[in-house]
């Protein structure tokens, strides 16, 4: 079993930025890559960024040249950096653990106010 958890999130003005992170316990030997996701109100879950083991990334074009996806192996925690946020972003973002079975986090929720 893997556990993730996230923090980070929060209420930002427009332009401005934050920074999520997943710390991941557990079985981590299971985990064959990482990814961010977002649920925007009244909207279905969607990929925001996602990183390999081999810490190549990927991300959605919406979010391109203002988020970036990056990890800290030391302390089995992935991060998003988001900047230059819009209100568009609002979101609970949620972070995903690629593996056997897949492992979600609980969410944390990100609000970009105008």
């Known amino acids: 079993q893997v556990r993730l958890v996230e923090s980070g999130g929060g209420l930002v003005q427009a332009g401005g930025s934050l920074r999520l992170s997943c710390a991941a316990s557990g079985f981590i030997s299971n985990i064959n890559g990482m990814g961010w996701y977002r649920q925007p109100p009244g909207k279905q879950r969607e990929l925001v960024a996602t990183i390999t083991p081999s810490d190549s990334t990927n991300y959605a074009d919406s979010v391109k040249g203002r988020f970036t996806i990056f990890r800290e192996n030391s302390k089995n925690t992935v991060f998003l950096q988001m900047n230059s946020l819009k209100p568009e972003d609002t979101a609970v973002y949620y972070c995903?653990?690629?593996?056997?079975?897949?492992?979600w986090g609980q969410g944390t929720q990100v609000i970009v106010s105008s």
């Open positions: 995903y653990a690629y593996g056997p079975s897949g492992y």
